[in-house]
């Protein structure tokens, strides 16, 4: 099944704890990106990679890294986290190259709560 | 940089009704024009888009209208059922100034179908 995995589902942390968010796509697309769901805000876009070793900063890229050592793997990286970083994450890929306009295909989403 | 507006940002209908969102972008340049529902506690998941070159797209109950004068687009749904019920996302899509199209969604509108 096409799919967009995304681990873990739910996560409680602490200020200043390292944490990854895995994704991973089955699908062979060359694009994938990150995405953080805020009540009233709605998608904003904080990273993303048109390729392996090619990754970008979205809208809101602050306190967050990613890398793409892999095609089907696209991490999200929390160095240290703080509370206004408690949000619903979504991984997202698309069929590529270079283009998001074919659709995304979203993970189940990471809802990371951060005290 | 592209900006995407949508309303109503609640719309509560009765069963077997209409129900329309309106979606308009600021960038003349905007090409690619997806829908995203989003049932509660799930992921975003595309239900229809229409690219630049076409003024209208159907498939079964809904359908997306495209005025690229205007710069707007809306998401019909007929005959709604309670299933309709659920977060929907415009989002619109440029062609890159680089080599990536960058998404850009709307904040969302809450639908309730009501029995």
């Known amino acids: 099944e096409a799919q967009v995995t995304q681990n873990p589902r739910y996560l409680i942390t602490v200020t200043g704890k390292k944490l990854t968010v895995t994704c991973s796509q089955n699908m062979n697309h060359e694009y994938m990106s990150w995405y953080r769901q805020d009540p009233g805000l709605g998608l904003r876009q904080i990273y993303y990679?048109?390729?392996?070793?090619?990754?970008d900063k979205g809208d809101v890229p602050e306190g967050y890294k990613v890398s793409r050592k892999e095609k089907r793997n696209f991490p999200l990286i929390l160095e240290s986290p703080s509370p206004n970083q408690t949000s619903l994450y979504f991984c997202?890929?698309?069929?590529?190259?270079?283009?998001?306009?074919?659709?995304?295909?979203f993970g189940s989403g990471t809802r990371l709560t951060v005290v | 940089g592209e900006n995407v507006e949508q309303h109503p940002s609640t719309l509560s209908v009765q069963e077997g009704d209409s129900a329309v969102i309106k979606c308009t972008y600021s960038?003349?340049?905007?090409?690619?024009f997806p829908w995203y529902k989003q049932e509660l506690g799930k992921r975003p998941q595309l239900i229809i888009d229409?690219?630049?070159?076409?003024g209208e797209k159907k498939d079964q109950r809904i359908a997306v209208t495209l005025n690229k004068t205007a710069k707007h687009f809306s998401l019909h749904i007929t005959e709604t059922q309670p299933e309709d019920s659920a977060v929907y996302f415009c989002?619109?899509?440029?062609?890159?100034?680089?080599?990536?199209?960058?998404?850009?969604f709307g904040p969302g509108t809450s639908l309730s179908v009501i029995p």
């Open positions: 229409i690219r630049s070159n076409v």
């Open positions: 960038d003349s340049a905007s090409n690619y």
């Open positions: 997202a890929s698309s069929l590529g190259p270079g283009t998001a306009s074919y659709g995304y295909t």
């Open positions: 989002a619109a899509s440029q062609p890159a100034k680089t080599s990536y199209d960058k998404v850009i």
């Open positions: 990679s048109m390729n392996v070793e090619v990754t």
